[in-house]
């Protein structure tokens, strides 16, 4: 398969440019200076084939500062609702199928069993407004588009939850941490997986859900991830986490309160469901201190 690959140097661009050069798929992965998705003389050059003929565009490049989103609301517009719809468009007129990548933020977080598919959306904050939008702005654009949501990303490269957990307790800090937040972590490696084996099998159009298959909150996954990287560097393990209240972690945007994304239109197209939060994120913290190794 030859694949176009968007997200270069991000969390999950990385680990899936890894996975798709594993299975030995011909991957482009132009830098942001080479293909900008907010610029439309930019995203042409896919259609005028300068970048090389592709059957597949994976958009792994997004706006993804939740937080200081709403300070920069046009920029993340920019990003996450009219990149993908040039991204669309482009692909369509090219025959170039498009796999792009969104989010859990798209609920508001009242529901109480997982989310499927066509369960209906209400973004609480900009970032999730503009992931709808550019979730919108795919399914009219390109009528053979996947989108594929996920949740709680973490991965060894970029400033993920759990590096930031481990971070501060080696650093001595009292960890408190929200656990009245639920939700699904989700492995980039295991993610990029998933992924790949939807390019490979072709699969239908539509949104799917990708996320991991544990729900927990975010103190649990703090714990967790705390513990693995304990146990891998020899530290002396940490007592219980606190657990505080969301009102006690105030944020510039609310968070959904649960948003566990179900699985099972995805595992219906034949593809593995990811492995349990425990054992990915063993490997997440194997492959941190090669990074940190490597980087020291
Ligand atoms: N992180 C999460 O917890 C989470 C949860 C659910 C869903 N998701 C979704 O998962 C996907 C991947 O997220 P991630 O955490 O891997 O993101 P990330 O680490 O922030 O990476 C995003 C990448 O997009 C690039 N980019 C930004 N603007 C661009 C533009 N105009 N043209 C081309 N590239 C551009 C960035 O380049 P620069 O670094 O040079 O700006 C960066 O490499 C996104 O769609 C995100 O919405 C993430």
């Given at each position: 398969m030859k694949v176009l690959l968007l997200g270069l140097g991000g969390m999950l661009g990385t680990d899936m440019g890894l996975e798709l050069g594993r299975r030995g798929h011909d991957t482009v992965i132009p830098p942001i200076s080479e293909l900008d998705i907010t610029d439309p003389a930019s995203v042409a050059k896919i259609a005028a084939g300068e970048l090389g003929r592709f059957d597949w565009c994976v958009n792994c490049a997004a706006y993804t500062l939740v937080?200081?989103?709403?300070?920069?609301?046009?920029?993340?517009?920019?990003?996450?609702?009219?990149?993908?719809?040039?991204?669309?468009?482009?692909?369509?007129?090219?025959?170039?199928?498009?796999?792009?990548?969104?989010?859990?933020?798209?609920?508001?977080?009242?529901?109480?069993?997982?989310?499927?598919?066509?369960?209906?959306?209400?973004?609480?904050?900009?970032?999730?407004?503009?992931?709808?939008?550019?979730?919108?702005?795919?399914?009219?654009?390109?009528?053979?588009?996947?989108?594929?949501?996920?949740?709680?990303?973490?991965?060894?490269?970029?400033?993920?939850?759990?590096?930031?957990?481990?971070?501060?307790?080696?650093?001595?800090?009292?960890?408190?941490?929200?656990?009245?937040?639920?939700?699904?972590?989700?492995?980039?490696?295991?993610l990029a997986r998933v992924l790949t084996d939807m390019i490979e099998k072709n699969a239908f159009p539509g949104i799917y859900h990708t996320a991991g298959p544990d729900a927990m909150n975010w103190c649990e996954f703090a714990q967790i991830a705390v513990d693995e990287w304990a146990t891998l560097t020899g530290k002396p393990a940490l007592d219980k986490i606190e657990a505080i209240k969301t009102e006690d972690w105030p944020t510039p945007t609310k968070r959904p309160k649960y948003s566990v994304l179900s699985f099972e239109k995805t595992a219906s197209l034949g593809i593995e469901p990811m492995r349990s939060t425990r054992e990915a994120v063993v490997e997440f913290c194997h492959r941190l201190q090669e990074l940190q190794a490597a980087t020291a």
């Open positions: 937080d200081k989103a709403e300070a920069e609301q046009q920029l993340a517009y920019e990003i996450n609702a009219l990149g993908p719809s040039y991204l669309a468009k482009i692909c369509a007129l090219s025959g170039i199928r498009l796999l792009h990548v969104s989010t859990d933020f798209v609920f508001d977080g009242e529901g109480e069993r997982p989310y499927v598919e066509d369960d209906p959306t209400k973004p609480l904050g900009c970032y999730g407004r503009t992931k709808w939008q550019g979730e919108q702005a795919v399914l009219e654009g390109h009528s053979n588009a996947i989108i594929a949501r996920t949740a709680w990303l973490y991965g060894p490269n970029g400033n993920s939850f759990p590096r930031t957990m481990i971070r501060a307790w080696e650093a001595g800090k009292t960890l408190r941490v929200v656990g009245d937040q639920i939700g699904s972590p989700t492995y980039t490696g295991d």
